[in-house]
């Protein structure tokens, strides 16, 4: 897809999501889509990540919130809902580059690595996301873990990861969704000038 036929209203369509979606709950957790996402954006920025990353951690569950299937009807995500990493990458791949979709898809894929090389990480998950992990596969071997470090983006998808785990924080305070438009903004228009 050429720059120029990419959606110019990128931020509305996403912000327009997490306003009808982000109040479903994430994931087993005591916060909502929503929350979750702020949190881990807010972290992203508190330990200086560049805009892209804040963007990434920002949305990095929006395959949770974009697939129908993911949920049942009382607004509880479901465990077929297992590829999100990839269904969101790819609808974020129309607006942004590889700097955001790489870290996004690549975030369960983190668990795996961090779950193999640390086992204090691992004893840390909350309950949700032990029972997740061995539904994704479990710690990767020592060869998966050494390939997925290989991988373009893999420290930033970690970093990410290391956020996520983080965000679950029961009413913690937060900028809005509205204080992330310019940073979306500017990394959709970064990659609409190349
Ligand atoms: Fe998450």
């Known amino acids: 897809m050429s720059a120029t036929n990419r959606n110019p209203d990128a931020v509305s369509v996403i912000q327009e999501l997490y306003a009808t979606h982000g109040q479903r709950e994430y994931s087993g957790e005591a916060v909502t889509s929503l929350a979750h996402g702020l949190q881990c954006a ?8 560049p805009p892209a990353l804040i963007v990434a951690a920002l949305l990095h569950d929006i395959g949770q919130l974009i697939d129908p299937d993911a949920w049942d009807e009382t607004g509880n995500r479901l465990m077929r809902d297992l590829g999100h990493e990839e269904t969101g ?3 974020l791949s ?29 004893a840390g998950l909350s309950e949700d996301s032990e029972r997740t992990l061995r539904l994704q596969g479990g710690p990767f071997t020592e060869k998966e873990a050494d390939d997925f ?4 983006y893999a420290k930033d ?9 983080a965000g679950k924080i029961k009413d913690a305070e ?3 969704f509205e204080y992330y438009r310019p940073v979306i903004y500017f990394v959709y228009s970064d990659v609409t000038k190349r």
């Open 42 to 49: 807010r972290l992203a920025e508190t330990n200086q990540a």
């Open 157 to 165: 998808a970690v970093a990410l990861r290391l956020w996520d785990d």
């Open 89 to 91: 990458a790819r609808f």
């Open 94 to 122: 129309r607006w942004f580059g590889p700097e955001v979709t790489e870290p996004v898809r690549l975030h369960v894929a983190a668990k795996r690595y961090l779950t193999a090389v640390n086992p204090d990480y691992r």
């Open 174 to 176: 937060t900028p809005d």
């Open 149 to 152: 470090l290989a991988l373009p």
